[in-house]
């Protein structure tokens, strides 16, 4: 692997442990690629048990006292972080896209942003988690307290680096909880850099711990340990299942956001240029790096054709380029695995019989980006609902278009595979969106939008998708160990 550019200082990342930056307990670092170039541009701590064993005797040590203070003031600290990652936006924003291949425009309006949002929301939100109170008329008062679980581990994946990082990080935080966190170890410039935002910020050693590696070394290790007392994790469903496997019998309480193949369903009713414009961004948002992107699209016959030359059109003009560049609708795959795991699914999709519309091929850029992994948004069309291509999550810029004929069988379609995270209706018909979105196996379903978000609201996923909540007062409740007092009258 060849190394970046020597005018370009290397990015030397650390761990975060105990307010302070520690290499490696073994002396082993990873060589950390830029996915727009190909080239190696930094090293991330190798780490393994010992280093978790340090952050968490770190976390340890710091619960007494983040516990006891109250949540206002824990609150304050957290807004403090949100205003930094705000004044600091930019660097932020440079480094993610950096870090990930996406768009530097898109990290600037989307991914530091909601970073910041996290930090603010969790930050003031604590201090309105209100108990609950229980009176048996003059027998009993029953009440109950929320108390912070102790050390938890946080561990997150590489696509929304920051944004998701903090999504784990900020209520565990909140409700007076110690973190052991592990970022991807495909993207860890932005966890490292909200290290150095936490120790600006005031934040007690100990409280935050980050923890860079691999699933195996880092993960494994914050998994297994006896003090850690709960697991928040994102990422893929197999992975999911193995900490599942770990953790239960250790009793750990889990939270696990996993996979997604989502379905969009487009009525003939619909606003058709909003459901063409709204699509692509679904389908093409950050390569189709997201759990939420629509990757099976659905479309009444009777506009099939119509919708089909709008969305195509459409993708002709997604620029794919370097992503430092403003005028790059479209970045670079987070790496070359996982583009060549893409290509795989794009040869599969032509064995099955579909017929490509757009895409379909790698894309190689001149100049800087020579060697980075670009891939062309791609669209098939002719394939069985059933396929493996339309059951499978390949998680890239790659979707299918659909037509069906009766609202049951855009049901049965779309309800086909085993993961139910989200979904989405385009229809004017308001008792129709009500009916075809309870009938959906998902955890969230947007109607006539995407990816609109209220942090107030539950998020996750039904069946292979995940376990548990995120956000609002699901994640608090999460985070949390209730207890019931009884008072005898």
Not at 323 to 349: D, F, N, R, T
Not at 392 to 402: A, K, M, N, Q
């Amino acid at each position: 692997m060849q190394t970046a550019s020597p005018t370009l200082p290397m990015l030397q990342i650390q761990n975060f442990i105990n307010g302070e930056f520690v290499p490696p307990a073994a002396g082993r670092y990873l060589d950390n690629v830029e996915p727009a170039t190909g080239l190696v541009y930094g090293q991330i701590p190798d780490s393994d048990a010992a280093d978790v064993a340090r952050a968490v005797e770190a976390a340890q040590a710091a619960l007494p006292g983040w516990r006891a203070l109250p949540a206002e003031k824990r609150g304050l600290l957290l807004v403090r972080i949100a205003d930094l990652i705000e004044q600091n936006l930019e660097q932020l924003a440079q480094a993610e896209s950096r870090d990930n291949g996406k768009p530097v425009a898109l990290a600037r309006v989307v991914d530091i942003p909601r970073a910041a949002s996290n930090f603010a929301f969790f930050g003031t939100g604590v201090s309105h988690f209100a108990s609950e109170t229980h009176f048996q008329e003059g027998v009993a008062l029953n009440y109950t307290v929320r108390h912070p679980l102790g050390i938890v581990g946080c561990i997150s994946p590489w696509n929304l680096p920051l944004y998701l990082f903090t999504w784990k990080i900020a209520p565990a935080l909140a409700a007076g909880n110690c973190v052991v966190a592990k970022p991807s170890e495909v993207t860890p410039a932005t966890a490292y850099l909200l290290g150095e935002l936490c120790q600006q910020a005031g934040l007690p050693p100990g409280v935050l711990n980050i923890v860079h590696g691999t699933g195996p070394g880092a993960g494994q290790a914050l998994v297994e340990h006896p003090l850690v007392k709960a697991i928040s994790f994102t990422g893929g469903t197999k992975t999911g299942e193995h900490i599942a496997r770990t953790a239960a019998p250790m009793f750990k309480k889990l939270s696990l956001e996993l996979g997604g193949k989502n379905p969009n369903l487009i009525f003939a009713d619909c606003d058709l240029a909003a459901a063409v414009s709204t699509s692509i961004q679904s389908s093409f948002s950050n390569q189709g790096q997201i759990c939420l992107c629509g990757s099976r699209i659905f479309i009444e016959r009777p506009i099939y054709e119509q919708f089909k030359a709008a969305f195509l059109a459409r993708v002709a003009g997604l620029t794919v380029g370097d992503p430092q560049e403003a005028g790059s609708k479209q970045g670079a795959l987070v790496s070359e695995a996982h583009l060549l795991k893409v290509q795989s699914y794009i040869e599969l999709a032509r064995q099955e019989g579909g017929t490509l519309l757009a895409g379909g091929q790698r894309v190689q850029l001149a100049g800087r980006c020579v060697g980075g992994f670009f891939l062309q948004p791609t669209v098939f069309e002719g394939l069985a609902p059933d396929c493996r291509t339309n059951r499978e999550e390949i998680f890239g810029p790659v979707v299918t278009l659909t037509p069906f004929d009766t609202e049951a069988e855009a049901l049965d379609w779309a309800n086909g595979t085993d993961y139910g995270l989200s979904a989405t209706i385009w229809t004017r018909d308001l008792d129709r969106a009500h009916r075809v979105a309870h009938q959906l196996h998902a955890g969230v379903v947007w109607i006539n939008t995407w990816l609109l978000r209220d942090l107030r609201t539950p998020f996750g996923g039904m069946k292979n998708s995940g376990v548990g909540r995120e956000g609002g007062l699901e994640a608090l409740r999460f985070f949390t160990e209730a207890q019931n007092v009884c008072v005898k009258l």
